[in-house]
């Protein structure tokens, strides 16, 4: 089966985002066959703020040493780190992964959308097998936060030739329903806590991406740790360190 394939099973495709080796080899060792990276999880984990190009380097040597995996890897490229489309070709064809995530945004604002249509047209051209997942911002920054606006880029993004539609931030099962109706490709969202992934396949949802989720939750389980064993009470479970080093060998050996 193929990256592009697993778009197509009976539930969306649930894509877990690593922000490092270790992450990506938990990932792999549970089952899932296909795993992204997080741009914000890249971005803390060296001390720099999201979505401001600040992850180029760190992101392209996360790709490299994820190759050996034996899953898909989809990479988030933030906006591709170039206003220069060739440019932005280029970078992606240096990863070697499966897919990449682009964004139609830039340090936190929109950019125009014949920008980033001609970004995907470039990173296709050069890579016709990496599967572009092209994302809009606009529910996520609250910028042409309409369903009309939204799928007129899509739309602008799909005819460059976008293999897939990325909407962060839309959450209502009545715009759900529309964008999945409305477009050609399949249709990504970030984990919405009230709707299963079973409901999201009701509305035509093909994928579903936990973005900086398991970062964000990892972080706060390592300071419950510590503060459990600070104030008395017995820390929580883990994977014990055997396992894991075993399965840092095992990737070593790769």
Same mark, same amino acid.
């Given at each position: 089966? #193929? ?51 600040? &992850?180029?380097? /760190? ?44 964004? $139609?945004? #830039? $340090? ?12 995907? #047209? ?5 890579? @016709? $097998? ?7 911002? &606009?529910?996520?920054?609250?910028? $042409?936060?309409?369903?009309?606006? #939204? ?10 030739? /976008?293999?897939?539609?990325?909407? @962060?931030?839309?959450?209502? @099962? ?52 510590? &503060? /459990? ?26």
């Amino acid at each position: 089966m #193929t990256f592009r394939e697993l778009h197509d099973g009976a539930l969306p495709l649930l894509l877990p985002n690593a922000w490092d080796v270790a992450s990506a080899l938990a990932f792999a060792e549970a089952g899932f066959p296909a795993i992204g990276t997080t741009s914000f999880g890249v971005a803390a984990a060296s001390g720099v703020p999201d979505g401001r190009g600040g &992850t180029r380097e /760190a992101s392209r040597a996360l790709a490299h040493a994820l190759a050996p995996l034996a899953v898909f890897v989809s990479v988030d490229v933030e906006d591709g780190y170039s206003d220069n489309p060739d440019e932005v070709a280029s970078y992606v064809a240096g990863l070697g992964v499966a897919g990449v995530n682009i964004e $139609d945004s #830039t $340090d936190g604002r929109l950019v125009e959308p014949e920008a980033h249509a001609a970004k995907i #047209t470039a990173v296709k051209a050069a890579n @016709p $097998d990496v599967y572009v997942n092209a994302r809009t911002d &606009t529910y996520w920054l609250g910028e $042409d936060a309409t369903l009309s606006a #939204t799928l007129e880029r899509a739309a602008a993004y799909v005819e460059a030739g /976008a293999d897939g539609i990325f909407v @962060p931030g839309v959450t209502k @099962p009545a715009e759900l329903r529309e964008l999945a109706v409305n477009l050609p490709v399949p249709v990504n969202v970030l984990v919405i806590p009230e709707l299963t992934l079973a409901h999201l396949a009701d509305l035509g949802i093909r994928r579903v991406s936990t973005g900086s989720l398991p970062y964000r939750a990892a972080l706060d389980a390592a300071v419950a740790v510590a &503060t /459990a064993v600070r104030d008395g009470q017995s820390p929580p479970s883990a994977t014990p360190y055997p396992v894991m080093q075993e399965r840092l060998t095992r990737y070593a050996r790769s």
